[in-house]
């Protein structure tokens, strides 16, 4: 009877140690995530670019609330609609009531991030019931630098890891439940409807899933709905735009490869969540060994292949931050999963939670140095791009940017050319750049506006093509410079 006793006592006092274990981690991660909220709040607040691929974007929601077409294959105009619409499909209902903005893009971003951060929580909580490794996976994800930096921009991607790890909780929490999956494959159908990249990794993790836990009717019932939800839209789309839609999403897209940035991100990946990786492995070796198929294992190595893969592509020219998304997403699982397997050795628990938290700690301490400072840079420059803003919307003749197509869409003119896709395309040689060359040399565009930030002075030679520039070197003259941005007037002939 007393060793009962005192086994229970003992029972009693690692749980109490490992939950204060997870409130030291939870306590991390709220103030990450608070700090990632104040950023975007600054961010919504802003009322201009902070990143290329924002003016493309509100370009297209305004498109779409015009009833213009997204996919067209005619040039001019040319630009490219790198992404499935749903986004800019969101955006546009608010532009009758706010006008032309980017706040509402940002809104939803920062909202999607804190959708993600629940849907962890909730994935990881049906994965091991375990409410205390679920909260451990959700700060973790609060503190990815990475979601961090892209949370207060007005992008695709924060709403697509949204909707696709609410997919994944759906099909984690409702796997014994035909709608449960169903409603799983909705939603990892509209992630992929908001970026097509999406296609890949929670798929993977919620079929194995399926397949190795509840057996293979279920899994192939989330296939079959997932593949009509994706296929048959995608089929009207692509009859739609007479193929249009192929070459935007999928052409335009299979970019240059340079392994700079893989090596890169690697280096930071592994210096900067060292405890996650590593718990991470031991959990890939040890959840097969000891809990066999049926355990969180089946989800979380298939997430983790799947996010490898997507963020192999950061290989392409023009990536960014947001091809790790999945990567990171997949590594907080693991985290949490290998907590709560170590759930029959309080202490070593205690541990393991104890590191995930110092890996908050460590993530967050990224996002403060090195991804905080390129918003708050471009925050920085409100009164220079007030001028630069005005002149935008006062000039009378047609505008060229990179940059500043953000501001193309504020002003309600025209995108007329997207300087990185088609440089891409022509780099590929899957566009002739001849006819719009002898457009700009003949002063068709008369005023090119260049952004050259200093931390990248070497951007406008990814932008725009050797040519473009020794035209607008040899036919265009500097008018002005404003916040990292060069604007240039035609002055030849």
Not at 124 to 147: D, F, I, N, Q
Not at 267 to 296: N, Q
Not at 334 to 350: D, E, Q, Y
Request: aromatic share 12%.
């Amino acid at each position: 009877m007393e060793q009962s006793k005192r086994r229970s006592l003992l029972g009693w006092i690692g749980l109490l140690l490992v939950a204060a274990a997870t409130l030291v981690a939870l306590a991390l991660g709220i103030r990450a995530l608070a700090l990632l909220v104040g950023q975007s709040v600054e961010a919504i607040n802003y009322p201009y670019q902070l990143n290329y691929g924002e003016g493309p974007l509100l370009d297209q929601s305004l498109r779409i609330a015009r009833g213009a077409a997204l996919y067209s294959l005619d040039v001019p105009p040319y630009t490219i609609t790198n992404y499935p619409p749903l986004f800019a499909a969101l955006q546009a209902p608010w532009q009758e009531t706010y006008g032309i903005a980017f706040f509402y893009g940002r809104i939803i971003s920062l909202a999607s991030v804190i959708v993600s951060v629940l849907a962890m929580t909730g994935l990881v909580r049906a994965l091991t019931k375990s409410w205390l490794a679920g909260l451990v996976s959700g700060a973790l994800l609060a503190a990815v630098p990475y979601l961090f930096h892209w949370s207060a921009l007005a992008r695709v991607d924060n709403l697509a890891l949204a909707l696709s790890l609410a997919g994944l909780f759906c099909v984690a929490q409702g796997r014994d439940n035909r709608w449960g999956v169903f409603l799983g494959a909705l939603l990892i159908a509209l992630s992929a409807a908001t970026r097509q990249s999406y296609l890949l990794a929670a798929p993977l993790a919620a079929f194995v899933f399926l397949l190795m836990t509840v057996g293979a009717y279920r899994a192939f019932y989330f296939v079959v709905w997932l593949g009509l939800l994706i296929l048959l839209p995608f089929a009207v789309a692509l009859v739609w735009t007479e193929g249009g839609i192929w070459f935007h999403l999928v052409t335009a897209n299979t970019n240059a490869l340079s392994s700079v940035s893989i090596e890169k991100y690697a280096a930071e990946i592994a210096l900067t969540m060292p405890v996650l990786l590593g718990m991470g492995l031991l959990f890939l070796l040890f959840g097969w060994i000891r809990k066999g198929p049926r355990s969180a294992w089946a989800l979380a190595a298939p997430y983790v292949v799947g996010g490898i893969v997507s963020a192999l592509t950061i290989a392409k020219v023009g990536s960014d931050v947001n091809y790790l998304f999945e990567l990171c997403a997949a590594l907080c699982v693991l985290g949490g999963v290998f907590s709560a397997a170590l759930g029959r050795i309080p202490v070593l628990r205690v541990v393991a939670v104890l590191g995930l938290a110092f890996q908050v700690v460590t993530m967050q301490t990224l996002s403060e140095l090195t991804y905080a400072p390129i918003i708050a840079e471009r925050l920085a420059q409100r009164a220079e791009m007030d001028v630069l803003a005005a002149l935008v919307r006062d000039e009378t003749g047609v505008i060229l940017a990179d940059d500043a197509m953000g501001l193309l869409a504020l002003s309600n003119r025209p995108v007329l050319f997207q300087p990185f896709e088609f440089t891409q395309l022509e780099s590929d040689g899957v566009w002739d750049e001849s006819d719009f060359v002898a457009r700009l040399e003949r002063g068709a565009y008369p005023v090119v506006i260049l952004h050259t930030p200093y931390r990248n002075p070497r951007l406008r030679f990814e932008r725009w093509t050797p040519e473009m520039l020794r035209i607008i070197n040899d036919n265009f003259r500097v008018a002005a410079q404003y916040a990292e941005h060069t604007v240039y007037r035609y002055a030849a002939g």
